[in-house]
Structures are given as C-alpha cells and as structure tokens.
C-alpha cells in the first residue's frame, strides 16, 4: 500500500485545515485508516481512525469534537478534516493503513503497517 498525505500548511488559531491521504496498491475499502500526528521532541500519537465503510470511528480525546475523520472508498482517499484548531494542535500528521483482515479500530501504531511521508500542521496563536 501507498499513501500520500497532503494538506498540511499554516493556519492561525481558531481556523481549520482538511488533510487527505490518498491510497494505492491494495482494495482500499479493506483497509483500515487512521491518522497519527507528532509533535517536535513528543512521541508519535494516535489522532483518529475509520472503519472499512466509515460506519465506525474513533479520535484521541484531545481531538474529539474538533476533528472528524472520513473516507471515500471510490476516490481510495481518507480525510481529517481538523476545525477549531489550537497551538497544541501543531505537529507533523501521518496517515496510516492496517490491512489486517479484522475491520477492528486500533489506536495502536504498531498495528499500522504502511504509512505515508507526513504533512506538516502548524497552528500559530
């Protein structure tokens, strides 16, 4: 699988920001998507993730209520579309695949087998 994330780019607190992750290589609508984000000197942490039809979701309490996370299985896209955004918001944003064979939310980057290169948020105050 490969996966492009773009997106990314500089917006002042309060404002929003829509990532996309395009996938190839794989029928994407067997694939579970997530996003991950890491912010300088922190470790990389779980944002977001979607089911295989986008029935079932799942967020990062410090994201819940701002971020949404969908897909659209014929464009082989995932989406995390980010509104109100804080200063604490900015890090480098990775979109993740897990083609494991369980249609099963998974908050863990472990289980997170492909990735793409990372597009960089940055939220200024």
């Known amino acids: 699988v490969q996966l492009q994330a773009s997106g990314g780019g500089l917006v002042q607190a309060g404002g929003s920001l829509r990532l996309s992750c395009l996938a190839s290589?794989?029928?994407?609508?067997?694939?579970?998507m997530g996003w991950f984000r890491q912010a300088p000197g922190k470790e990389r942490e779980f944002v977001a993730a979607?089911?295989?039809?986008?029935?079932?979701?799942s967020y990062a309490d410090s994201v819940k209520g701002r971020f949404s996370i969908s897909r659209d299985n014929i464009k082989k896209t995932a989406y995390l579309q980010m509104n109100t955004l804080k200063p604490e918001d900015t890090a480098v944003y990775y979109c993740?695949?897990?083609?494991?064979?369980?249609?099963?939310?998974?908050?863990?980057?472990?289980?997170?087998?492909?990735w793409g290169q990372g597009t960089l948020v940055t939220v200024s105050s």
């Open positions: 993740a695949a897990n083609v494991e064979a369980r249609n099963i939310l998974t908050k863990t980057s472990g289980d997170y087998g492909y």
């Open positions: 979607i089911s295989w039809n986008g029935g079932s979701t």
């Open positions: 290589g794989r029928t994407f609508s067997r694939i579970i």
